[in-house]
């Protein structure tokens, strides 16, 4: 296969809009209610597919009908399934967004640990990694997983993008050798740097020190926008768009967009605000699955960096 392969968190997704968001003992009528295909990889891979990439997801649900629902929702989506672990007798994650006004939302998140990547779940997916062109890691996966992922991703030569930071001091240092493009947001990138930014000359600083650990493109939340940098240059984003909704899923929109552009040819800065339009759609509406367009994203991205 050419084209995006994601490795990463494959789920339900229930987003509940409330007027306002009932306090302990409280109760709140819901205005609007999806039941969808969720969770952070398949919400990364809906992005690269809208975008035009060809998609192939690797994750795990079970074989309950939310995983056979969220399945045949994934293909319909036209994003290759062939590589998703269906995982007997444990249940396919739920999250549960509840979003309330001015983009207030709380998130639960009911994931079994059966629900999280092996290493031998992402062997059986060894060749779509080696023939993908590029592969998106997510980082929350556990060690083992994310060191096999980004090992067949570079054996298969494809550009690597890892989503996130590892928990685990040795999986960070292969991720930093390994991938090409890093992607974390405000919390995350304390994690991956080694020290905490605090403002966006430090976050520029952060980005730098990750370039010369390896990758070429590394990109930070500064908490009111994004420093991507690579070699010799960077940029300071801003949030674009207004009026928040729901943050949900504005970091996948993100990394998806950047993985995409990058692999369209895009160079790092055009990718970049391609990045930050794409998270600011997602941010605008209820839930995390985006809705983007290609021609709408480049037209966007494009006054946006005017
Ligand atoms: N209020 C906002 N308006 C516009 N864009 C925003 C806003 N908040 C965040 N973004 C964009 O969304 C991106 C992701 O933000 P966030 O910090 O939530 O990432 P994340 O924690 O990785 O998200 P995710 O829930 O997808 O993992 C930011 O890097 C920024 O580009
Ligand atoms: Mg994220």
């Known amino acids: 296969?050419?084209?995006?392969?994601?490795?990463?968190?494959?789920?339900?997704?229930l987003v509940l809009t409330v007027e306002e968001l009932p306090g302990a003992g409280g109760s709140?009528?819901?205005?609007?209610?999806?039941?969808?295909?969720?969770?952070?990889?398949?919400?990364?891979?809906?992005a690269c597919r809208q975008l035009g990439?060809?998609?192939?997801?690797?994750?795990?649900?079970?074989?309950?009908?939310a995983g056979?629902?969220?399945?045949?929702?994934?293909a319909g989506d036209g994003i290759d399934v062939g590589a998703v672990v269906r995982r007997p007798g444990a249940p396919t994650a739920l999250l549960?967004?509840?979003?309330?006004p001015r983009g207030v939302r709380r998130l639960l998140e009911d994931v079994d640990a059966r629900m999280l990547?092996?290493?031998?779940?992402?062997?059986?997916?060894?060749?779509?990694?080696?023939?993908?062109?590029?592969?998106?890691?997510?980082?929350?996966?556990?060690?083992?997983?994310?060191?096999?992922?980004?090992?067949?991703?570079?054996a298969g030569g494809a550009l690597t993008v890892a989503d996130g930071a590892p928990a685990d001091g040795a999986v960070r240092r292969q991720v930093l050798s390994a991938a090409?493009?890093?992607?974390a947001d405000t919390a995350e990138a304390e994690a991956l740097v080694g020290w905490a930014p605090q403002d966006v000359p430090g976050t520029v600083r952060a980005a730098e020190s990750l370039l010369e650990q390896g990758p070429r493109v590394a990109a930070l939340g500064t908490g009111e926008g994004d420093v991507v940098a690579w070699p010799g240059g960077h940029v300071v984003?801003?949030?674009?768009?207004?009026?928040?909704?729901?943050?949900t899923g504005a970091g996948d929109a993100f990394v998806a967009a950047l993985t995409v552009a990058l692999l369209r040819g895009e160079s790092p800065e055009s990718a970049a605000w391609w990045a930050a339009a794409a998270a600011a759609e997602v941010v605008g509406t209820a839930g995390g699955r985006p809705d983007l367009d290609l021609d709408r994203l480049r037209e966007s991205a494009a006054r946006a960096r005017r």
């Open 117 to 154: 990547l092996g290493a031998e779940d992402v062997r059986a997916g060894r060749g779509l990694l080696r023939s993908a062109d590029a592969v998106l890691v997510q980082l929350q996966q556990p060690g083992p997983a994310v060191a096999e992922a980004l090992a067949a991703a570079s």
């Open 180 to 183: 090409d493009v890093v992607r």
């Open 96 to 100: 549960v967004d509840l979003v309330g």
């Open 237 to 247: 984003l801003p949030h674009l768009g207004e009026d928040p909704v729901d943050p």
């Open 28 to 46: 709140a009528d819901v205005l609007a209610r999806q039941e969808l295909l969720g969770g952070k990889g398949a919400n990364q891979a809906v």
């Open 53 to 65: 990439a060809e998609v192939g997801l690797v994750g795990v649900v079970g074989t309950d009908s």
């Open 1 to 13: 296969m050419s084209g995006v392969v994601v490795v990463g968190q494959v789920g339900r997704d």
């Open 68 to 74: 056979t629902e969220v399945l045949a929702q994934a």
